[in-house]
C-alpha cells in the first residue's frame, strides 16, 4: 500500500504530459471571444463535475470578467425540474429560460461527456443539442473518449487515460488543473488573484 501514493501520482504526471495544449489555447480563444461579443459562459456538469461548475463559476466571473453561471447552483430549481420533468432536460429547460443564443457558450466539466446510448449525463448530451440548434459553441473538460461533448466540441481538452481503475479521480484532478490554467492565461485573464497581488 505505501507505493500507491508514488503510482498516483507518477499517473498525474504521465497525463499532464499528454494533455493537447493546442486545444487548450483554442479554449482559451474561445472564452476570450465569448466575453468580446458580450455573451455568457454556461458550466454544465454532473457530481463531482457540478461542485466544480460552482467553483469555476467564481474564477470566470472574477478573474475573467465573464458573465458565467452553473445551472446546479441553483439546487431548488434542479430539484424540482428533476421532480417535476425529469433529470434528462433539467439543464435544457434551464438553458432555454435563459435564452441560451449564439453569442453565448456551454462548458462542460464531464468524466465521459454524455452518451445518449448508454444513458450516462443525458442531461448534459441534451444541452448539447440546444446549443448546437442555436448555434452557441460548446466547449469540454472532458475523460474516457470525450463522449457526446468531444463529438459536438468547437475546442475539447481531453483528460487521458493512463490507468482505466482511476478515470474519474484523474479526469476531475485534472479538470481543475486545466480550467485554473485557463483562468490565468494571459489571454482570458483580467483581475489579478489576492496573493499574487500582494506586494
Not at 466571473?61 to 417535476?84: F, Q, W
Request: with cysteine; charged share 20%; proline share 4%.
Amino acid at each position: 500500500m505505501s507505493g500507491f501514493a508514488q503510482q498516483f501520482l507518477a499517473e498525474t504526471l504521465q497525463a499532464v504530459q499528454q494533455l493537447d495544449a493546442a486545444q487548450i489555447e483554442a479554449t482559451a480563444v474561445e472564452l476570450a471571444a465569448v466575453r468580446e461579443r458580450g455573451g455568457r459562459l454556461f458550466i454544465l456538469g454532473v457530481g463531482g463535475s457540478a461542485g466544480h461548475a460552482g467553483h469555476a463559476v467564481n474564477d470566470f466571473r472574477k478573474l475573467c470578467g465573464i458573465e458565467t453561471y452553473a445551472p446546479t447552483d441553483n439546487v431548488s430549481e434542479l430539484t424540482a425540474r428533476t421532480n417535476d420533468e425529469g433529470w434528462e432536460t433539467t439543464f435544457a429547460a434551464w438553458l432555454q429560460v435563459s435564452r441560451l443564443s449564439a453569442k453565448d457558450a456551454l462548458l462542460i466539466f464531464s468524466v465521459g461527456g454524455g452518451n445518449r446510448e448508454k444513458n450516462v449525463s443525458p442531461n448534459l448530451v441534451r444541452a448539447i443539442e440546444l446549443a448546437q440548434k442555436v448555434g452557441a459553441p460548446v466547449l469540454g473538460i472532458v475523460g474516457r473518449d470525450g463522449g457526446f461533448t468531444k463529438k459536438a466540441a468547437k475546442a475539447c481538452v481531453l483528460i487521458p487515460t493512463v490507468n482505466p481503475e482511476h478515470v474519474t479521480p484523474h479526469t476531475e484532478g485534472l479538470c481543475a488543473v486545466v480550467w485554473h490554467l485557463l483562468v490565468s492565461h494571459p489571454t482570458v485573464k483580467q483581475s489579478a488573484t489576492k496573493w499574487e497581488s500582494l506586494k
